[in-house]
Nanobody, 124 residues
Framework: QVQLVESGGGLVQAGGSLRLSCAASGRTFSSVAMGWFRQAPRKEREFVAA????????YYADSVKGRFTISRDNAQNMMNLQMNSLKPEDTAVYYC?????????????????WGQGTQVTVSS
């Protein structure tokens, strides 16, 4: 069992930056792939970024590539999402998610554990 708690959301102006964090409980954190997803009002939850268990392989949605950076610290059971050059269309609730296996995937249905989400609002 893995429990996930996101933090770091807030209100920022377009062009600004935010850093989201995901604190994970459980002794299997370093064995599993992790990801970030987001859901805007009236839209489906969509993939943002994923990272494998060791952190040496990452994958991004085209919409955030070059602006967002996913990372993890297995010693601290933490995962982060550095978001730069934010746009109003990045406004959403951001969710941290974990798989049961080491390999990253972009498919929402491949993730087994989810956090409660943190709101990110980007004003124009």
């Amino acid at each position: 069992q893995v429990q996930l708690v996101e933090s770091g959301g807030g209100l920022v102006q377009a062009g600004g930056s935010l850093r989201l964090s995901c604190a994970a409980s459980g002794r299997t954190f370093s064995s599993v792939a992790m990801g970030w997803f987001r859901q805007a009002p009236r839209k489906e939850r969509e993939f943002v970024a994923a990272i494998n268990r060791s952190g040496d392989s990452t994958y991004y949605a085209d919409s955030v590539k070059g602006r967002f950076t996913i990372s993890r610290d297995n010693a601290q059971n933490m995962m982060n999402l550095q978001m730069n050059s934010l746009k109003p269309e990045d406004t959403a609730v951001y969710y941290c998610a974990a798989r049961k296996v080491p390999y990253l995937k972009a498919d929402r249905d491949a993730y087994d554990y989810w956090g409660q989400g943190t709101q990110v609002t980007v004003s124009s």
